[in-house]
């Protein structure tokens, strides 16, 4: 069974820093890596897909990278700001069947 | 556009009644998938459906759970009889295809509270 793991579970920073959540998974048989954000109380927003042929995406203030053979993904955020605390999480589907597995998280701070 | 619609937002009943979720996908989406998310066990896929049929139910905990899409814009989730221990918020996500076999992302409703006493 696929396994997703991110780390750190929480993370804080001042405003105006760069940062870098990262995201591992142990099946790197995968057809696509997606990165989501949960503001408390609500739903998941879709922040970017990698397909597993793609090394990037790019949205914005945010960079999200794939390295599948070494099962690894990174979500970089520039220039953080208060707005972007919230809890990031990262899911992987694959040939194992039509579904995503999700990670724990990382629950980010943004500090004014 | 309107996103994945949930109702109720928040389920508050008592052990052994009968609770049932309901979702309306975005328009012209094909595949809906339920998710149940608690603190022990993080996001857990239920069971999703494409083009209106049930794929794979495999991730439904018990015979107590339900789920049926009658048609292409509504989907509901049953629980009978209830349990405490299915106390968690439920997620429906609706994507333009088989989001493991396509390029297309889940979007997410913004869940159903659910608390059985």
């Known amino acids: 069974k696929q396994e997703v793991t991110q780390i750190p579970a929480a993370l804080s920073v001042p405003e105006g820093e760069n940062l870098v959540l990262n995201c591992s998974f142990t099946?790197?048989?995968?057809?696509?890596l997606q990165w989501f954000r949960q503001d408390p109380g609500k739903g998941l927003t879709s922040l970017l897909l990698?397909?597993?042929?793609?090394r990037e995406q790019t949205s914005g203030r945010l960079n999200a990278s794939l390295d599948k053979s070494s099962g690894r993904s990174t979500l970089y955020i520039a220039a953080s700001q208060p707005g972007d605390s919230a809890t990031y999480l990262c899911?992987?589907?694959?040939?194992?069947?039509?579904?995503?597995?999700f990670g724990t998280g990382t629950s980010l701070t943004v500090i004014p | 556009d309107a996103g994945v619609i949930q109702s109720p937002r928040h389920e508050v009943t008592e052990m052994g009644q009968e609770v049932t979720l309901r979702c309306k996908p975005i328009?012209?989406?094909?595949?809906l998938f339920w998710y149940r998310q608690t603190m022990m066990r993080g996001l857990e896929l239920l069971i999703y459906?494409?083009?209106?049929?049930?794929?794979?139910d495999s991730g439904m905990p018990e015979d107590r759970f339900s789920a049926k899409m009658p048609n292409a814009s509504f989907s509901t989730l049953k629980i009978q009889p209830s349990e405490p221990r299915d106390s968690a918020v439920y997620f429906c996500?609706?994507?333009?295809?088989?989001?493991?076999?396509?390029?297309?992302?889940?979007?997410f409703g913004d869940g159903t509270r659910l608390s059985i006493l």
């Open positions: 996500a609706s994507s333009l295809a088989l989001s493991g076999t396509g390029n297309q992302p889940q979007h």
């Open positions: 899911a992987v589907s694959g040939s194992w069947g039509n579904q995503f597995y």
């Open positions: 459906f494409n083009n209106n049929v049930p794929i794979d």
């Open positions: 990698i397909q597993s042929s793609q």
């Open positions: 328009s012209g989406h094909n595949s």
């Open positions: 099946d790197s048989a995968i057809y696509n």
